[in-house]
């Protein structure tokens, strides 16, 4: 696609293909960072839970959850990557960022369990 700011890419604006490189993005999140596949299956069926049970704030509740922890699992696997490749020996400025971006996904995991712990413990109590 066009990069309007730089002007390089091939002309022209598809907004199918644009999802299809979005769905295709997370489908390699899912099948090959395993810590985004394991949140991913869990959410799965916890709002399969929530959905069945009718309990629409909390079938919003865990998605919006999910895909914040997905997001924060992505860019922080992006930004590694990123990192790796410009810098593949050991740099003090590299680990702080790649300590920072794991800080922002840490933060996200922990509301993600946070959330998907107590609808659990509700549906058990139930």
Excluded at 18 to 30: D, Q
Excluded at 86 to 101: G, M, Q
Excluded at 104 to 121: D, K, Q
Aim: aromatic share 12%.
């Amino acid at each position: 696609m066009r990069n309007k700011f730089l002007g390089t890419g091939q002309p022209g604006f598809h907004p199918l293909r644009k999802v299809r490189v979005a769905l295709s993005g997370v489908r390699y999140a899912v099948v090959y960072d395993f810590a985004v596949a394991y949140k991913t299956v869990l959410s799965i069926l916890l709002l399969i839970a929530c959905f069945y049970n009718r309990r629409w704030i909390d079938f919003g509740l865990v998605l919006v959850v999910t895909g914040m922890m997905m997001v924060s699992e992505m860019f922080n696997t992006a930004i590694e990557a990123l990192c790796d490749f410009v810098e593949s020996r050991h740099n003090e400025k590299i680990k702080i960022i790649k300590d920072i971006s794991a800080a922002a996904t840490g933060i996200s995991i922990l509301i993600w369990v946070v959330v998907v712990v107590a609808e659990v413990v509700r549906f058990i109590q139930k």
